[in-house]
C-alpha cells in the first residue's frame, strides 16, 4: 500500500468554526488503544491530498508540525462535508499497528470493456469497494475488476473475486458487485392513424358549411 505524508497542527482551543474560517480542517486522530487527539490541518493540503490518493485507500503518516521524527501511522476514516456548501467540514483518522490487523473499505477499479456493452447492454455497478480485514501492510490500494468476458445479463458477485490469502473479506459473498442489464427499450408512442377518406369526408362537410354561410349572406368569423 502506498504511503503518504501530511502535516497537521495541534488544534488547541479554537472552535471548529473559527478554524475553518482560518483555512482550517479540524480532524480527530484515534485507535490503536490510545486517546483520541484532535487536530487541525490547511484545508488546501488535505485537498491536495484527496487529489494524490484519487480514492485509493493509503497509508498515511501524519507527522504534527515542529515533529522531526515522530509520525502517527494512520488511514482516512471518514470525511464529512457540509450539506448545503458542499465543503469540509471535519475528517477523521484512525491508527494502526503494524503487528494487528484492521478492517476497511478497499475500492474497486474496473477495467476492460464487457462484450456485453459492446452488444448495447449497460454496466452497473452495485457495490464500489469491499471490506476486508488484514495487517496494514498486507491491503491493497484498490483491487481491480476485470468485465471483458461479460455478457447481456452476466454479473460478478463477491466470491467471484481473487484477492491474496491473507485478507479476509468481509463483504457477504454473495454479493453483486458489477451486472450487465440488457439495453433500454423504449416504446414510442404511435399516433392513430386517420383513414383518408373520413379526412376528405370532414373537410367537405366543413366546405358545404362555409357554402351554406356564404349563400346566406352570413360574415366569416
Known amino acids: 500500500m502506498k504511503k503518504v505524508e501530511l502535516e497537521i497542527e495541534e488544534r488547541g482551543k479554537t472552535k471548529a468554526k473559527n478554524l475553518r474560517r482560518e483555512g482550517y480542517i479540524p480532524g480527530i486522530l484515534y485507535g490503536a488503544g490510545k486517546k483520541p487527539v484532535p487536530f487541525k490541518l490547511l484545508s488546501h493540503n488535505f485537498?491536495?491530498?484527496?487529489?494524490?490518493?484519487?480514492?485509493?485507500?493509503?497509508?498515511?503518516?501524519?507527522?504534527?508540525?515542529?515533529?522531526?521524527?515522530?509520525?502517527?501511522?494512520?488511514?482516512?476514516?471518514?470525511?464529512?462535508?457540509?450539506?448545503?456548501?458542499?465543503?469540509?467540514?471535519?475528517?477523521d483518522f484512525q491508527r494502526v499497528d503494524a503487528k494487528k490487523p484492521i478492517v476497511v473499505e478497499v475500492p474497486f477499479i474496473i477495467v476492460g470493456e464487457a462484450k456485453g456493452v459492446k452488444e448495447g447492454g449497460i454496466l452497473e455497478e452495485i457495490y464500489r469497494s469491499i471490506e476486508v480485514e488484514a495487517l496494514i501492510q498486507d491491503i491493497p490500494e484498490h483491487i481491480e475488476i476485470d468485465v471483458s468476458e461479460l455478457g447481456i445479463g452476466d454479473s460478478i458477485h463477491i466470491k467471484d473475486l481473487i484477492v491474496p490469502e491473507n485478507i479476509k473479506i468481509l463483504t457477504h459473498?454473495?454479493?453483486?458487485?458489477?451486472?450487465?442489464?440488457?439495453?433500454?427499450?423504449i416504446e414510442e408512442e404511435i399516433a392513430p392513424t386517420v383513414?383518408?377518406?373520413?379526412?376528405?369526408?370532414?373537410?367537405?362537410?366543413?366546405?358545404?358549411?362555409?357554402?351554406?354561410?356564404?349563400?346566406?349572406?352570413?360574415?366569416?368569423?
Open 173 to 185: 459473498p454473495e454479493e453483486t458487485v458489477v451486472t450487465i442489464l440488457a439495453p433500454r427499450v
Open 47 to 91: 485537498i491536495h491530498f484527496l487529489h494524490t490518493i484519487h480514492g485509493e485507500q493509503v497509508i498515511v503518516n501524519l507527522k504534527f508540525k515542529g515533529e522531526k521524527k515522530k509520525h502517527h501511522m494512520a488511514i482516512l476514516k471518514d470525511t464529512q462535508y457540509d450539506p448545503v456548501e458542499d465543503t469540509i467540514i471535519h475528517v
Open 195 to 221: 383513414p383518408e377518406e373520413v379526412e376528405v369526408a370532414g373537410e367537405e362537410e366543413k366546405e358545404e358549411k362555409r357554402e351554406e354561410k356564404e349563400e346566406k349572406g352570413e360574415e366569416k368569423e
